[in-house]
């Protein structure tokens, strides 16, 4: 197959970034004010209104890495504690629970959602675990009540890794809320993005109030109006803190983001049903249709290339998708294949086996709501070509 060179290499995880927030932007730097301050106030305002909670459960930073982390100190979590994840996730999600000086603990996934396997979870409490992070892959929520449950029987704290998740509710309720924390990202190819970015929700005001402490140096909580015009006030530090507020210029984007969160949502929910219906008959994996009384928020398309019906290896169809101009993504390896990992854990990939086959065989077509028509229709020709030859 040769590659399509007059047609323009499709990125996977366009950005959608329209003029409303180009003139945002624009308008925050001639300001004088980039750093964080009122854009980033209304952010959060916006985005509690959008997830049904109150302005003083939220908190911006400027990753969900760094929102994982803080409330993970917020929630007590240190050194000889284990907390409980999922082995198919980004690195970033056990980085954070090392970071806080916690162990991570792996649990395979179902291989129909993908999603942390709650039977295993349970079986997988010792007495030393003091948290469950549960990771709404690809959008798909987790079985919350089965979580929850097991959280309450075994006094653990929740925190939900929301990275792909803004949109995501389970039986009714929104995803970010079932647990004391939950953490959600505004990466650049996720569902909204600032750029680089993050939320903490929090059950507890008194969480929040200390992970805006954390977020800005440890410095007491006055400092975040410091530099108002209601005149310099100086500042005591409160706990040894990290640098992880986020900026007016980001929440600029943000703010209207989320006015298209809908809009945008229904757009890839769109190009996921294409998908799932246009490659339907081929010899791949497609992912499971979302289940009953829940709301999918349609992050990944992910196909399995199993090379004993596909006919090739994931990664031979990765370089025949590049050469055909359409980038692709994995999400992810399994955690366990990473070197790092197995020297410091001695984690060895086969002990998920679930997690390390879906991870080479895993990968994600663009979805996003950028993406043209012809370009959705390019995209499913090119895996056809690719998988028929
Ligand atoms: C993107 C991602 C993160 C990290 O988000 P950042 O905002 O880039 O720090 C954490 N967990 C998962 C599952 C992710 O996909």
Known sequence: MSASSDEPFIIFGAPDIREAEIAEAEAVLRSGWIGTGPKVAKFERDFATRKGLDASNVAAVNSCT?????????????????????????????????????????????????????????????????AIVPVHFAGRPCD???????????????????AHAIETKWHGQTAGTFGDFGCFSFYVTKNVTTGEGGMVAARSRDAIDRIKV????????DAW??????????YQVVEAGFKYNMMDLQ????????????????????IWDSYQEALADLPVGRPAE????????????????????AGMERDEFIERMTAAG????????????????????????????????????TVSLPLSPKLSEPDVNRIIRSVRRVIRG
């Open 66 to 130: 760094a929102a994982l982390h803080v409330s993970m100190i917020a929630a007590g979590l240190g050194s000889g504690d284990e907390v409980i994840t999922t082995a198919m996730t980004f690195c970033a999600t056990a980085n954070a629970i090392i970071h806080a000086g916690a162990t991570p603990v792996l649990v395979d996934i179902d291989p129909g959602t993908l999603n942390i396997d709650t039977v295993q979870l349970e079986a997988s409490i010792s007495d030393r675990t003091r």
């Open 144 to 162: 919350m009540g089965a979580i929850m449950k097991i959280a309450n029987r075994h006094g653990l704290a929740v925190i939900e890794d929301c």
């Open 214 to 221: 954390l977020a800005l140096h440890g410095m007491s909580k």
């Open 225 to 234: 109006h410091r530099f108002g015009d209601a005149g310099y006030k100086h």
């Open 251 to 270: 929440a600029a984007l943000g703010i209207h983001q989320l006015q298209r969160l809908e809009e945008n949502w229904q757009r890839r929910r769109q």
């Open 290 to 309: 979302p289940e009953p009384d829940t709301v999918h928020a349609f992050h990944l398309y992910t196909l399995r290339i199993d090379r004993s019906k």
């Open 326 to 361: 359409i980038g692709l993504g994995v999400h992810y390896l399994s955690l366990a294949q990473h070197p790092h990992y197995q020297q410091r854990f001695g984690w060895r990939p086969e002990n998920w086996p679930i997690a390390y086959e879906f991870g080479r065989q």
